[in-house]
């Protein structure tokens, strides 16, 4: 894991020179708070659309959707690290850049262990997101890794103040 947070900092840097990551001269709160709020309305999504895969059968005409909740829960974290980062006055696009940042900022400050903690939670479900979203998958298979990862959600809220 820890190569491969290495490497989100490395897209950080690249995406400083390319100008896809850039610090403001001011924090824009707004934006901030915008953030956060789409953070929370995300894990909120992904929660909901759980609770009917739990309870709605598929005859009534519901599909199970364990593949959105998986993206709203993965949304959330993402728009929690673009918050976390807009707060330090870093502005940017791209998921691998803007984790890249927030790993590099937590370590500036010395929190270490929160840089790997936080940074390989997004990471996996970073990845989690994208197998459910471009692969033909098993509901069931995708349904057992919501649980764990709607605690790691609610989690990296609470760490980035969310």
Excluded at 16 to 37: M, N
Excluded at 105 to 117: M, P
Excluded at 131 to 145: C, D, I, M, R, W
Aim: proline share 2%.
């Amino acid at each position: 894991m820890k190569r491969e947070l290495e490497k989100l900092v490395e897209a950080a840097w690249k995406a400083e020179s390319s100008e896809e990551l850039w610090c403001e001269r001011a924090t824009d709160v707004g934006y901030v708070d915008g953030q956060k709020r789409l953070a929370r309305h995300n894990l909120a999504v992904a929660k909901a659309l759980n609770k009917l895969n739990g309870v709605v059968k598929p005859s009534n005409g519901w599909e199970k959707c364990p593949d959105w909740v998986i993206t709203a829960c993965y949304y959330s974290m993402h728009r929690s690290v673009l918050a976390f980062i807009a707060s330090k006055g870093w502005k940017g696009r791209g998921h691998e850049a803007t984790l890249g940042k927030l790993i590099e900022i937590l370590r500036e400050e010395g929190k270490l262990r929160l840089a790997e903690e936080i940074g390989d939670k997004v990471n996996e479900a970073r990845k989690l997101r994208i197998a459910a979203s471009y692969t033909v998958f098993s509901p069931e298979e995708f349904q057992l890794k919501i649980r764990p990862l709607l605690v790691d959600v609610e989690l990296i809220l609470e760490r980035l103040g969310v």
